[in-house]
Nanobody
Framework: QAQLVESGGGLVQAGGSLRLSCAASGRTISRDNMAWFRQAPGKEREFVIGINWSGDFRRSSDSVRGRFAISRDNAKDTVYLQMNDLKPEDSAVYYC????????????????????WGQGTQVTISS
């Protein structure tokens, strides 16, 4: 089981940027598909963006496409989420998730396909 620790959350004004990190320990995530999800109060956890294990396939939700970018450094077992042009509706707890040795090369959007989760980091965007 991988232990995932997110960092980099905080409070920023609308239009600003944040970079989240997700560091893994316990096992390597270099063969896992990785994703970021978010959950706002009273809402279900939703897929934000993901990247396959080799980094050559990415998938993002319509709401963040063009503003958010995901990357990974397999040598460091770390995944990053660069968030630009942030909006108040981006406010949520952001979670990193690992799809352990995925059967598909494509990033899945269903949280049930993910095996390991971080504790989350709060992102708050003020208007």
């Amino acid at each position: 089981q991988a232990q995932l620790v997110e960092s980099g959350g905080g409070l920023v004004q609308a239009g600003g940027s944040l970079r989240l990190s997700c560091a893994a320990s316990g096992r390597t995530i270099s063969r896992d598909n990785m994703a970021w999800f978010r959950q706002a109060p009273g809402k279900e956890r939703e897929f934000v963006i993901g990247i396959n294990w080799s980094g050559d396939f990415r998938r993002s939700s319509d709401s963040v496409r063009g503003r958010f970018a995901i990357s990974r450094d397999n040598a460091k077992d770390t995944v990053y989420l660069q968030m630009n042009d942030l909006k108040p509706e981006d406010s949520a707890v952001y979670y990193c998730a690992a799809d352990f040795l995925p059967s598909s090369p494509y990033v899945q959007m269903n949280p049930e396909d993910y095996d390991d989760w971080g504790q989350g980091t709060q992102v708050t965007i003020s208007s």
